[in-house]
């Protein structure tokens, strides 16, 4: 298994110009998750999927949009960037959290290998 | 929501010597607590957890014990080694209305000196 994968590594953007990151899991979990890591900081959710078709905001949704129309993907888009948005991306997959309806499995959130962005 | 607060931001340790961050949290409902360590460039990975059923968790030279009385958590190092430096990060697992999203501390830089 690849496990979880994200393209680019890096990006340089205007003010202004959109992009999509883009991260694929081929472990089949249900759970996918959008973090940015700023310098000196943990890391802040963005976006999570509990599953195709369903996606909901985080701690800092302001500025992105996600869709999730496979188990597999889960792309995350900047409509007009602002250097506010200068961070390192990361995705992440896990399984249905142990204890919740439908959930087995581990609670594990595997990352991909983050994409730094910077906007100019 | 919740909140987690992690201690120290820094660490030096000499090598051999041991190593304990501290991380409290402020949901009493958080029942998940993982600790995961960021190398240099690198993506987060999880070195190791413990559920609020469990006060104390081992595995080799690495231990988190769970005071749920207090909200607080800790990471404990023993025998530490030239690659134990890192940025080690906590984290809580938080449902309110969320489907059991984790809320990370800032982050610990950890460096052994040899």
Known sequence: NAGVTQTPKFRILKIGQSMTLQCTQDMNHNYMYWYRQDPGMGLKLIYYSVGAGITDKGEVPNGYNVSRSTTEDFPLRLELAAPSQTSVYFCASSYPARGRVGGSGTDTQYFGPGTRLTVL | ?114
């Open chain 2, 1 to 114: 929501g919740e909140n987690v607060e992690q201690h120290p931001s820094t660490l030096s340790v000499q090598e051999g010597d041991s190593a304990v961050i501290k991380c409290t949290y402020s949901d009493s409902a958080s029942n998940y607590f993982p600790w995961y360590k960021q190398e240099l460039g690198k993506r987060p990975q999880l070195i190791i957890d413990i559920r609020s059923n469990v006060g104390e968790k081992k595995d080799q030279r690495i231990a988190v014990t769970l005071n749920k009385t207090a909200k607080h958590f800790s990471l404990h190092i023993t025998e530490t080694q030239p690659e134990d430096s890192a940025v080690y990060f906590c984290a809580a697992r938080s449902y309110g209305g969320s489907q059991g999203n984790l809320i990370f501390g800032k982050g610990t830089k950890l460096s052994v000196k040899p």
